[in-house]
């Protein structure tokens, strides 16, 4: 399914076209100042829900009212919110963060060997950028014992590391089920090989990046969720995308992870195959997203008023194009994929971080707008915890305040 052939010139003239009407007549400076105080009022929020005393991990919240629906044990999703304060504790060089960031990233401790591939994103965000970013020792530990443990599920026969019998919200799950957000186990295991000189996480990491690009990401480079494969020889049974408008249409968070986590594989692993799928899928993205605007939950939705957006998906989208402007080897694209990233991180400044207004009730610091799992309806118009936290990194790297590879 994958081809290795590089986009045609007319994308780049498709990436050059990537300035709405909204963001081209906001002066640089007002730009500036947009995202500033976006930043300080979403770092304001995380300070007010460190401090507001919950028991579990934030996961969802209202945009109303800013009170979150939480999870015992993380989900998917916790590390996220460890990620968060992490990330704020370094750009404010406050301890209060830290030592918050540090007390949630020993609860996510239980789950390293969890049965579930997405135990990648609890570890990386609320753990090795803790190492990262504060070269916390303990968080190191905790996320190099993760990674090794996520690559011990590869699976020789699949060529990849399947979804896992405890995989959260997965239509299917077991020992011969993968999809596309299996691929945050890339960047755990990458860096992990990184810290410890271990040559077989490396082997592991690129294995099932390598294999995930050719599972999921079609001809024209638009990405496939789910797959279930044969276990006698990991061919490909059947591809469905179990989170979408359909089994065959395009989700914009599948689209997202794809861009954001063949960039770190690449960016880990040195590998110039995921450098050109990570280029391609990217490429295929600002093509087709709404310039100016965040993207529609799935791309092939039906366009009418009630149609969801999703700004969870397009923040991820905005540093995977950070990120990759930073990685690629192609310093004309590069500078093309960081105006588009720019352009929609200040799109969602502008139009879904809740503002500081007297008619304007809602709890500031909110981005807001993020389409959890409209097929359940769960959550279709709130604050995503990994929404929050993408949309703060985007801000951080637009503002100049943290490098766009930090994390």
Known sequence: MLVCKRFHSHVSRELRGFVSELVSTVTLQDADAAMDGALARMTGRIGVTLDSGLYGFPHYADPDTGVWTTTADGFWTGGFWVGQLWLTAYLLNDRRHADGAAAWCRRLAPRVDSRSVFRSFLFYYGAASGALLHDDAAARRLAIAAGRSVAADFDDQLGVIPLGAQAEEARSVGPSESNVDGLSACPLILWAARETGAADLAEIGALHALRSAALFVREDHSVIQSASLDPAD???????????????????????????????????????????????????????????????????????AETRRDTSGT?????????????????????????????????????????????????????????????????????????????????????????????
Not at 244 to 252: E, Q
Not at 255 to 277: E, H, I, K, N
């Open 234 to 304: 990991g061919s490909p049974l059947r591809h469905y995308t179990h989170k979408g408008h359909s089994d065959s249409s395009t989700w914009a968070r599948a689209q997202a992870w794809a861009m954001l986590f063949f960039t770190q594989a690449y960016r880990y692993s040195g590998d110039p195959a995921l450098c050109d799928v990570a280029e391609r899928v990217s490429d295929w993205w600002v093509a087709h997203a709404p310039a100016g605007e965040a993207a529609y939950w799935d791309f092939d939705a039906p366009r009418t």
């Open 315 to 407: 923040a991820i989208a905005a540093v995977a194009l950070f990120k990759l402007a930073a990685a690629t080897p192609d310093r004309g694209k590069a500078a093309l994929y960081h105006r588009a990233a720019r352009d929609t991180t200040l799109a969602l400044a502008l139009r879904h971080v809740t503002p500081v207004a007297q008619d304007d009730r809602r709890p500031p610091g909110v981005l807001a707008d993020g389409c959890f799992d409209p097929r359940e309806g769960t959550a279709v118009a709130n604050e995503l915890i990994w929404g929050s936290y993408f949309m703060l990194e985007a801000l951080a790297i637009a503002t100049g305040r943290l490098g766009p590879l930090t994390v």
